[in-house]
Structure formats: structure tokens, C-alpha cells
């Protein structure tokens, strides 16, 4: 805001931005500490391996069939908690909608082996759906020793 002691001139009327300045900082402030804390996706943790393809980069988005399976034995399909007796149901539901037919798997390392191989267990159901093309999904291995 300006003004002048002289009495000739005219009162201007001049914003003041610094205000707005500040609060704009701070809300790009906030939303760069916050960004990084939403995580997308189901929580699991990758077996890892040395032979390894590339993703698609947009696997999250609803162009792909992603099935996950937490240590627990949790199953989501797409991001949408799900119960083993759903499964083949919902599989074949959204096969329906998807161009590309493969099913990627996120399955947690820790998971034991036995609870996606037993009958009428995870693979069965996949089976089941009429689904044979299957990408597991894994974290590149980054030495001999890991």
C-alpha cells in the first residue's frame, strides 16, 4: 500500500499479495510433506528375484486384473478386499472388462507357499476363472547374496 504526503496526487489502491504469498507456501509446504506419505495399493512385501521383466508402468490403474495376497492370507482384487469364495466369481467379472487377459500377482514373500497351492485354494480358483496367462510380480534382486 502506498500514499503521499504531498495532497496533489491521487489515492491509489495497490493490493497487498505478501499475505497470499505466504499462505500458498505454506499449503505447497504441506502437500509436499503429505504427498509422499499416501501410499497407493495393498501393503506388501515383494519376494525377490534375479530374472525380472518390466511392469507396466500404470499396473494400478483399472486397465489391469491385479490380484494381492497378503502374509495373512488376505486377498484383494483391484484394491477391493475379497474372500476366497468370491474369487473366480470376481475374476471372471473382471476379465470382462479388461483388454489385456493376464492376471498380475502381488503376492507378500512371507506368504506360505501351501496356501496358494492347496485344493480349492488361491491357484485353484485363478484356475477355476478360466484365467492361464499369469505374471507374478517381484522386486529385482540387487546381489547374489539378497
Known amino acids: 500500500m502506498s500514499f503521499s504526503l504531498g ?13 497470499l504469498c505466504d499462505v500458498l507456501l505454506v499449503l505447497l509446504i504441506i502437500f509436499m510433506v503429505v504427498t509422499p506419505l499416501v501410499q497407493k495399493g495393498v501393503d506388501i512385501k515383494l519376494p525377490t528375484a534375479m530374472n525380472t521383466a518390466p511392469m507396466p ?14 502374509k495373512d492370507g488376505t486377498i484383494y482384487l483391484n484394491h477391493e478386499k475379497t474372500t476366497l469364495d468370491k474369487l473366480q466369481s470376481l475374476l ?13 500377482l502381488k503376492i507378500d514373500g512371507d506368504l506360505e507357499y501351501g496356501k496358494l497351492v492347496e485344493p480349492d485354494g488361491i491357484y485353484f480358483k485363478i484356475r477355476e476363472a478360466g ?15 539378497g
Open 7 to 19: 495532497g496533489k496526487e491521487k489515492v491509489r489502491s495497490e493490493p497487498n499479495v505478501v499475505p
Open 57 to 70: 508402468p500404470n499396473l494400478e490403474s483399472n486397465e489391469f486384473v491385479v490380484l494381492y495376497v497378503k
Open 92 to 104: 471372471e467379472e473382471a476379465f470382462l472388462t479388461v483388454q489385456e487377459k493376464k492376471l498380475y
Open 131 to 145: 484365467i492361464e496367462n499369469i505374471a507374478i510380480i517381484t522386486e529385482k534382486k540387487t546381489s547374489e547374496k
